[in-house]
């Protein structure tokens, strides 16, 4: 089987995140640690992922999954800010928005992963 390069470079889109986090996510903690900021690698992640996300998806379906992730995103976020007031009787924005980013780093991290593999298997 010869490797064309739309295959190599969906490998490479594939193994990107994997790389950049087993590879800076001590060194940009530790920056961020003595910043006294709470930012972790998978906060930095998520633009890069919602943009994979996006390519990925014109790769593989042929049209972009991009306004449906967007739609979700921000569901998400009305319903944890309802539960946080139903619940808490109260609405922090600071821990709103960290727990809400962290949802969309999870989210796209899955949806990211689920396209990728879709699109390799698709491929070969």
Known sequence: MVLDSVFVMRIVLFLVPILLFLLFNKKINRHFRRQR????????LVPYLIVGIHILSMLTLGLTVFPYFLIFIFSLAIVLLLYLAVKKGEILYGKFFKSWWRFVFISSIITYYGLAATSIIISV
């Not at 900021?37 to 930095?44: G, M, P, R, S, V």
Request: aromatic share 0%.
């Open 37 to 44: 900021l709470t930012l972790k690698l998978a906060d930095l």
